[in-house]
């Protein structure tokens, strides 16, 4: 089993900047894709961004491209999502996710963190 437990959400003005934290615990040796995803109310979850355990890959959606990035500290087996130029259009709870696959849908993931709010004021 592998436990996600996200931190960094909060209220912030369009434009402005959050980092959001994602600490992974348990059998993060069996993990291939680590992976951030949002739901707005009434709204489907989507993908945001991806990043491969190894850090070899990240993918983005294209609605933040050039806008979010993604890393990873393998010491402390946290994957980090950087959000600048925040849009009201951003709100949403944010995911983390994990994978033993190569996957970046949301029925490819096995384990989830509950949830951070991210809130963008315009």
Do not use: H
Request: charged share 15%.
């Amino acid at each position: 089993q592998v436990q996600l437990v996200e931190s960094g959400g909060g209220l912030v003005q369009a434009g402005g900047s959050l980092r959001l934290s994602c600490a992974a615990s348990g059998r993060t040796f069996s993990l291939y894709t680590m992976g951030w995803f949002r739901q707005a109310p009434g709204k489907e979850r989507e993908f945001v961004a991806a990043i491969r355990w190894s850090g070899s890959s990240v993918y983005f959606a294209d609605s933040v491209k050039g806008r979010f990035t993604i890393s990873r500290d393998s010491a402390k087996n946290t994957v980090y999502l950087q959000m600048n130029s925040l849009k009201p259009e951003d709100t949403a709870v944010y995911y983390c996710a994990a994978s033993s696959i190569a996957t970046m849908a949301p029925r490819g993931m096995e384990y989830w963190g509950k949830g951070t709010l991210v809130t963008v004021s315009s």
